[in-house]
């Protein structure tokens, strides 16, 4: 049987390299939202707030699942990397809820 503590490493890039995606990702969105003029921001502001929430909260748990992915090697601790597995998993939720709501933001004027 496989022991959580052998997938520890794997976890680890996973979540380093989503968190350096949604980095991308809310660079992205910012770079967007400030190319508008100061009337149009207010219009749009509400979408782009949504996005960057659901960007900010995947990096914030990629950033978690690394570190108690860590911290779960370190300590060669089958509970950590669980927790680990578990902020990666709703991690990657929150990038698809992004990308979907991002998506579905995109509509002939």
């Keep these: 049987m496989i022991q959580a503590t052998e997938i520890a490493g794997d976890v680890m890039s996973a979540a380093t390299f989503l968190g ?6 809310v660079g992205a969105t ?3 939202f ?6 149009a921001k207010s219009s749009v ?8 929430w659901f960007a900010l909260a995947g990096f914030l748990l990629a ?3 690394a ?3 860590f911290f779960g090697k370190w300590y060669e601790s ?3 990397i669980i927790w680990a597995s578990v902020c990666l998993g709703v991690s990657f939720v929150a990038v698809v809820i992004a990308a979907i ?8 004027p």
């Design 30 to 32: 910012a770079t967007a």
């Design 101 to 108: 709501s991002t998506v579905l933001d995109i509509r002939k």
């Design 20 to 25: 350096g995606l949604l980095l991308v990702f």
């Design 63 to 65: 950033l978690a699942s």
């Design 78 to 80: 089958s509970c950590l």
């Design 67 to 69: 570190s108690l992915a």
């Design 34 to 39: 400030d190319s508008y003029d100061s009337v």
């Design 45 to 52: 502001l509400s979408t782009y707030k949504r996005r960057g």
